[in-house]
């Protein structure tokens, strides 16, 4: 199992960038997408990911309004489109994959992980 995410950069505060995560080796019919980002010396966090049963999008309240979700079911590609980018924004993204089962804010919950795309966001 691959997830190749891409579409990170440096952007000024205010900006916008649309991140892409390609998976390939498997079909997830039973689990779910999502997005978290690290920074140097901090804990993973959660970012948005969609839920188990209605597979709704949440977000962590630090990017909502901003950050959105979505997919294509089709291409087997999650999307994360991210507004109003703020300097606290700036970290490694990654994509990542759960059981629908597990706990959705949880990163020990994903079990693939992307190798990371860099956002940086200058102010």
């Known amino acids: 199992v691959q997830l190749q995410a891409s579409g990170g950069g440096l952007v000024q505060a205010g900006g916008s960038l649309r991140l892409s995560c390609t998976t390939s080796?498997?079909?997830?019919?039973?689990?779910?997408m999502g997005w978290f980002r690290q920074t140097p010396g901090k804990e993973r966090e959660f970012v948005a990911a969609?839920?188990?049963?209605?597979?709704?999008?949440y977000y962590a309240d630090s990017v909502k309004g901003r950050f959105t979700i979505s997919r294509d079911n089709a291409e087997n590609t999650v999307y994360l489109q991210m507004n109003s980018l703020k300097p606290e924004d700036t970290a490694v993204y990654y994509c990542?994959?759960?059981?629908?089962?597990?706990?959705?804010?949880?990163?020990?919950?994903?079990?693939?992980w992307g190798q990371g795309t860099l956002v940086t966001v200058s102010s």
């Open positions: 990542v994959v759960r059981p629908r089962s597990a706990l959705m804010t949880i990163a020990g919950s994903y079990i693939y």
């Open positions: 969609f839920g188990s049963t209605t597979g709704s999008p």
């Open positions: 080796g498997r079909t997830f019919s039973s689990y779910s």
